[in-house]
């Protein structure tokens, strides 16, 4: 027992001089990442780490949070919310983080709540839409993004009202962000006096979309919403225009899951003309966001768009609360976020009564290659 207790004491003798040496005060602070790193939405997930690593990096280099460095553990979900769990379980019981960010899909995300409010633990999701997820009174359970309810709101006005959407129809992934965006578009629209003309879901990683595509011409639609992510969304596109649809309705992207650059790399010409709804898009004109655009384009060699803004964002609320609870305590970093006051590449924004964020959103259009400002920013508050 002696001889254990001697080790542990050379061991923390090591640790401490390795931290001194380091320039550090204190014991990394252990915060964990689900996001999806493999599987058909690798892309997108790697692009909302690419934001958490180059916030970590910026505030270890100008000191860290109470003296003491930001270490990640970043566990893969694959977008499939049994192994979501299973990460979480691990951050949680293993690792022993003191706050999560992830995940991605709304249906991981739904799954890793019930390990969150169990282990006290705070998470936050830089991406998941589904309104549902901060409307269960999990007070442990935070969204750094809008939701669909909160887009829904924003764009519906404009696209019905602006460019005259009446017949609206549907091509969305079978999740609880894709069905959960559905029902929140719908409930808008009917307020807006619009109806919809098609409805039609699809799996994640699905390639064929003519027999979809082929029901949709029948249709008398004047508008078609999308709601899927980078790669699903350019073959859906991509055969749009193969079977001559081009000049039938207005494709919108109101979720902005194809305002990137992979999806332009995919879908070329065909990207053209596509509108939607964003709380980040790069030329928003603010020297905040700029900043961002350029520091993020210098490391990573292109423009960053919401998921990597998200990511920065949410880490950096994670630090920002750290910080103003003075201690890297769970429950009292949960207490600091839900009273945060925070400004970053976006804007302004603070957490509702319900852990929800509120931020403004932007309309948006690719036009000759190039992702435009069409009007905002509009207010998402009642």
């Known amino acids: 027992m002696k001889k254990v207790f001697g080790l542990h004491a050379t061991m923390l003798a090591v640790l401490s001089l390795f931290l001194a040496s380091a320039g550090w005060a204190g014991e990394p602070i252990r915060v964990g990442v689900v996001l999806p790193t493999s599987g058909p939405i690798a892309y997108d997930g790697g692009l909302a780490l690419n934001g958490i690593k180059m916030a970590v990096d910026e505030i270890n280099s100008a000191g860290g949070v109470l003296g003491s460095p930001i270490e990640l553990f970043v566990e893969d979900s694959a977008g499939v919310p049994a192994t979501a769990v299973a990460a ?124 979809i595509v082929t029901r949709l011409a029948a249709s008398d639609a004047n508008g078609l919403c999308l709601f899927g992510e980078t790669v699903d969304l350019s073959r859906v596109v991509a055969q749009y225009h193969e079977m001559g649809l081009e000049d039938k309705m207005l494709i919108m992207d109101p979720t902005s899951g194809t305002f990137n650059a992979k999806f332009l790399e995919l879908a070329k010409e065909n990207a053209d003309g596509i509108v939607g709804a964003t709380r980040f898009a790069a030329a928003i004109p603010t020297p905040e966001a700029q900043k961002f655009v350029s520091d993020y384009r210098g490391r990573y060699g292109f423009d960053p768009e919401k998921y990597a803004q998200a990511g920065y964002d949410c880490t950096r609320m994670i630090a920002q609360s750290i910080d103003k609870a003075q201690a890297a305590d769970p429950a009292k970093i949960r207490d600091a976020l839900a009273g945060i006051q925070y400004e970053g590449p976006q804007g302004k924004a603070h957490f509702d009564d319900k852990n929800q964020l509120i931020i403004s959103e932007y309309i948006v259009m690719f036009r000759d290659g190039k992702l435009e400002i069409v009007a905002g920013p509009i207010s998402t508050e009642d």
């Open 88 to 211: 979480m379980e691990k951050l949680v019981g293993m690792q022993k983080v003191v706050a999560v960010i992830g995940d991605f899909g709304s249906s991981c995300t739904l799954a890793m709540m019930d390990v969150a409010q169990r282990a006290q633990i705070p998470l936050i999701t830089p991406v998941s839409l589904a309104p549902k997820i901060t409307e269960m009174g999990n007070i442990w359970m935070f969204r750094g993004c809008d939701n669909s309810a909160m887009i829904a709101k924003a764009f519906t006005k404009w696209a019905v009202q602006e460019k005259k959407i009446d017949k609206w129809a549907y091509i969305a992934i079978n999740t609880d962000y894709g069905r959960g965006s559905v029902d929140a578009f719908n409930k808008d629209l009917e307020k807006l006096g619009a109806k919809v003309v098609f409805t039609e879901y699809f799996n994640q990683g699905e390639t064929d979309y003519y027999p």
